[in-house]
């Protein structure tokens, strides 16, 4: 049985590998954060994170069924 790996236990990721993680660029995620467009983030410090719990949470609420979906209830 091989070890787990790292990043099974973390549960933050810095603004790299949320933007990789998304499928974004980090210039956009910076971009959103300054706007204050989701998705949530955390400061410690000066240091950036993202809780994979709320990267999952946004991109559950960016799923739509069509172009017309704004996303509201259905």
Not at 38 to 48: D, E, M, T
Not at 56 to 68: G, H, K, L, Y
């Amino acid at each position: 049985m091989s070890a787990p790996s790292p990043l099974q236990y973390a549960r933050f990721f810095n603004e790299f590998q949320a933007a990789k993680y998304l499928g974004i660029s980090p210039k956009t995620l910076r971009r959103w954060r300054v706007i204050g467009n989701p998705p949530n983030f955390l400061k410690f410090g000066k240091s950036v994170k993202y809780a994979i719990e709320d990267l999952d949470n946004f991109i559950e609420a960016s799923r739509r069924v069509s172009t017309t979906d704004c996303g509201g209830s259905r």
